[in-house]
């Protein structure tokens, strides 16, 4: 008579457990991927620098100290779970506590950086111009220069075989990430194709292949 009270009991406790086990996934599952804040309170944008070569253990310790995800761990786990953790881009990132998890986490693999705005007035020199980077910390001016004169270089992202650009760089306005290299700027800007010098015609915009 005591067997089926027994295997009853069992039952029971392997009910219990499931049940149990179930309930911890749901609330760590909320716990992951709920915001450090309410959105309806319109928490503060702010500007996260993430430097080259951190991990995703310091990513994780820096956003929760700007109160940006409610807890690192959290953050953490989140991103082992989805196999984000490295896949993360480094540069400046505008965020805010509002935000779930999972938006931070696209927001940091996809490489959506703030992008700085330059206004390159027209008659400037390529020594001006790369002042200019260089004084609102967007180019290292030196390297800039080098490479605004290495004819290979400028055969490969132009395609026009020229010793120098200068004369060739298209003023106008131009939106850069703080953390891309010189070479990277350059495949954004747009130069003046030798034959529409004497015109004013005519723009070309340099691609690294």
């Given at each position: 008579m005591a067997r089926p009270v027994t295997r009853r009991w069992w039952l029971w406790i392997i009910a219990g457990t499931l049940g149990a086990l179930m309930l911890a996934g749901v609330l760590v599952l909320q716990w992951i991927t709920s915001p450090a804040a309410d959105p309806l309170?319109?928490?503060?944008?702010?500007?996260?620098?993430?430097?080259?070569?951190?991990?995703?253990?310091?990513?994780?310790?820096?956003?929760?100290?700007k109160q940006i995800v409610s807890t690192r761990w959290g953050f953490l786990l989140l991103g082992r779970l989805t196999q984000a953790d490295r896949r993360i881009i480094p540069g400046e990132y505008a965020l805010h506590g509002g935000m779930k998890p999972r938006e931070i986490l696209a927001k940091l693999v996809s490489g959506q950086v703030v992008l700085h705005a330059v206004t390159i007035p027209e008659g400037y020199t390529v020594a001006q111009i790369a002042a200019l980077l260089d004084e609102k910390s967007l180019t290292n001016a030196k390297e800039f220069l080098a490479l605004a004169q290495d004819?290979?270089?400028?055969?490969?992202?132009?395609?026009?075989?020229?010793?120098?650009?200068?004369?060739?760089?298209?003023?106008?306005?131009?939106?850069?990430?703080?953390?891309?290299?010189?070479k990277e700027r350059f495949t954004c800007w747009a130069v003046i194709e030798p034959t529409s010098i004497s015109s004013g015609l005519g723009a070309s915009v340099g691609r690294i292949p």
């Open positions: 309170t319109n928490p503060p944008l702010q500007t996260i620098d993430i430097p080259d070569g951190s991990t995703f253990r310091y990513t994780s310790a820096l956003l929760a100290n004819r290979e270089f400028i055969l490969k992202v132009f395609h026009l075989d020229l010793s120098n650009l200068e004369g060739y760089l298209f003023p106008d306005t131009y939106h850069f990430s703080r953390h891309a290299k010189a």
